[in-house]
């Protein structure tokens, strides 16, 4: 008896028994080899046609379905971050806006709507990088978070500006045209601000070189980027990225600042009503009086300035944010503990004048709500190494326990000390 006659590929000519997988068409037959080498050769392929479409018209507007609305942006960091209103109207705004521009299509009118980078101005512990990575969870679009800490001046020891798109590029899976449209938010940015106003012998090679470097970044142009990161070599290749479409946000402490925003609010305050004058200005949140003209003060050039159009701050975290910060978000530090300690079967609670103590400590210590944290990893430490080996249950975190662990904490910090 004459055996099956097997099919195969139209286009290889391997058999059904050689390929995983054998597609039946028409008149012929394809393996999924073949499929995936045609859909290679397509994109690349249409790729090409794309480019070209690009120098000569236009190219097509992105899809992102229906957008969230700026309400709806900021109803969802709301979720998450306690307070800071007037910085998430900002930054719902502008991340609108940056969805409505991608989205824009080319008229007759030739109006082209420019993009308004930001900049977050606030105390430690206020909440810029919690609201940046926050967003990121909402965004149909790539986006990074980098410390401008790490980069210096190009050729000294340190990265290259453009090793920030490094990263975003990473995030985007090397697909140059959806990084093109993503968002960066570059952390502590009052670390490269100006060292002094004076000319020195010296290079300010991680401060006023940094901001130079950063200025084609923020405006927009074609910038080669080495994939890999880290410092540029000449031998090494790069991508090149459109940084036009690209989203900055940028934040930092600026700590002093407030002393600038004093010195230039008394300038103003002469003659006749200067003691009205003096009774507006809040003393306790000098911040909300921030402008541009203070960020030039502090050590940020004017270049840098102009192409950060959008200034907002975050107000400092008084007793009662504090509070909510420690119990409402979905991710709070409570919430925290007690899924960690609900995944080894135990039910853990705290008695609400603990949670008062855990906050007047972290007033004390003016850290914001990042005090918050490094106190509940201190009165935690002790339970969450002890507590998964016992045949407890159920664990009460009282006052009194609080204090006993936090005094426990400080006595090993003086020992070593």
Same mark, same amino acid.
């Given at each position: 008896?004459?055996? &099956?006659? *097997?099919?195969?590929?139209?286009?290889?000519?391997?058999?059904?028994?050689?390929?995983?997988?054998?597609?039946?068409?028409?008149?012929?037959?394809?393996?999924?080899?073949?499929?995936?080498?045609?859909? $290679?050769? !397509?994109?690349?392929?249409?790729?090409?046609?794309?480019?070209?479409?690009?120098?000569?018209?236009?190219?097509?507007?992105?899809?992102?379905?229906?957008?969230?609305?700026?309400?709806?942006? $900021?109803?969802?960091?709301?979720?998450?971050?306690?307070?800071?209103?007037?910085?998430?109207?900002?930054?719902?705004?502008?991340?609108?806006?940056?969805? &409505?521009?991608?989205?824009?299509?080319?008229?007759?009118?030739?109006?082209?709507?420019?993009?308004? +980078?930001?900049?977050?101005?606030?105390?430690?512990?206020?909440? $810029?990088?919690?609201?940046?990575?926050?967003?990121?969870?909402?965004?149909?679009?790539?986006?990074?978070?980098?410390?401008?800490? /790490?980069?210096?001046?190009?050729?000294?020891?340190?990265?290259?500006?453009?090793?920030?798109?490094?990263?975003?590029?990473?995030?985007?899976?090397? @697909?140059?045209?959806?990084?093109?449209?993503?968002?960066?938010?570059?952390?502590?940015? @009052?670390?490269?601000?100006?060292?002094?106003?004076?000319?020195?012998?010296?290079?300010?090679?991680?401060?006023?070189? !940094?901001?130079?470097?950063?200025?084609?970044?923020?405006?927009?142009?074609?910038?080669? !980027?080495?994939?890999?990161?880290?410092?540029?070599?000449?031998?090494?290749?790069?991508?090149?990225? #459109?940084?036009?479409?690209?989203?900055?946000?940028?934040?930092?402490?600026?700590?002093?600042?407030?002393?600038?925003?004093?010195?230039?609010?008394?300038?103003?305050?002469?003659?006749?009503?200067?003691?009205?004058?003096?009774?507006?200005? @809040?003393?306790?949140?000098?911040?909300?009086? /921030?402008?541009?003209? #203070?960020?030039?003060?502090?050590?940020?050039?004017?270049?840098?300035?102009?192409?950060?159009?959008?200034?907002?701050?975050?107000?400092?975290?008084?007793? %009662?944010?504090?509070?909510?910060?420690?119990?409402?978000?979905?991710?709070?530090?409570?919430?925290?503990?007690?899924?960690?300690?609900?995944?080894?079967?135990?039910?853990?609670?705290?008695?609400? =004048?603990?949670? %008062?103590?855990?906050?007047?400590?972290?007033?004390?210590?003016?850290?914001?709500?990042?005090?918050?944290?490094?106190?509940?990893?201190?009165?935690?430490? =002790?339970?969450?190494?002890?507590?998964?080996?016992?045949?407890? %249950?159920?664990?009460?975190?009282?006052? *009194?326990?609080?204090? =006993?662990?936090?005094?426990?904490?400080? =006595?090993?910090?003086? +020992?070593?000390?």
């Amino acid at each position: 008896m004459a055996g &099956k006659r *097997k099919n195969h590929c139209s286009f290889c000519g391997r058999s059904e028994d050689e390929v995983a997988l054998l597609l039946t068409g028409a008149e012929g037959f394809i393996c999924s080899d073949c499929v995936r080498q045609a859909d $290679k050769i !397509v994109r690349e392929s249409m790729g090409d046609v794309a480019h070209s479409k690009k120098e000569g018209t236009a190219d097509a507007a992105p899809d992102f379905g229906e957008l969230p609305k700026p309400r709806e942006i $900021k109803a969802f960091l709301d979720e998450y971050v306690i307070g800071q209103d007037s910085a998430k109207r900002y930054l719902s705004v502008a991340v609108y806006n940056h969805y &409505k521009r991608l989205s824009q299509k080319v008229d007759d009118d030739g109006v082209e709507i420019e993009k308004s +980078n930001i900049i977050m101005v606030g105390s430690t512990g206020t909440g $810029k990088t919690l609201l940046a990575r926050t967003i990121a969870k909402l965004l149909k679009v790539p986006f990074t978070i980098v410390d401008a800490t /790490i980069f210096t001046e190009a050729g000294y020891v340190g990265e290259d500006v453009e090793s920030i798109l490094s990263r975003l590029l990473q995030v985007a899976d090397f @697909d140059v045209k959806a990084t093109e449209r993503g968002i960066v938010f570059i952390d502590e940015m @009052d670390k490269i601000a100006r060292k002094q106003d004076n000319p020195s012998i010296t290079r300010d090679v991680s401060g006023e070189g !940094v901001q130079q470097g950063l200025l084609k970044l923020l405006e927009g142009s074609i910038v080669n !980027v080495p994939p890999k990161g880290g410092r540029k070599h000449p031998d090494q290749d790069y991508i090149h990225v #459109d940084t036009r479409n690209i989203l900055f946000i940028c934040g930092g402490a600026f700590d002093g600042i407030e002393r600038k925003i004093a010195q230039r609010l008394n300038t103003h305050v002469v003659g006749y009503d200067s003691v009205q004058n003096q009774q507006r200005v @809040d003393t306790k949140d000098l911040m909300k009086y /921030i402008v541009p003209q #203070d960020l030039k003060s502090f050590g940020l050039i004017p270049e840098i300035i102009g192409r950060l159009p959008v200034l907002t701050y975050l107000d400092p975290l008084g007793r %009662d944010a504090l509070r909510r910060i420690l119990t409402e978000p979905k991710n709070s530090l409570v919430k925290q503990q007690i899924k960690l300690f609900a995944m080894d079967g135990i039910k853990l609670s705290f008695e609400e =004048e603990a949670l %008062d103590y855990i906050v007047d400590k972290a007033v004390e210590y003016k850290l914001g709500a990042r005090g918050l944290r490094s106190i509940m990893e201190s009165i935690m430490i =002790e339970a969450q190494y002890s507590a998964p080996s016992e045949a407890k %249950d159920t664990l009460v975190i009282t006052r *009194k326990y609080a204090e =006993e662990q936090l005094e426990k904490q400080k =006595e090993k910090l003086s +020992n070593i000390g």
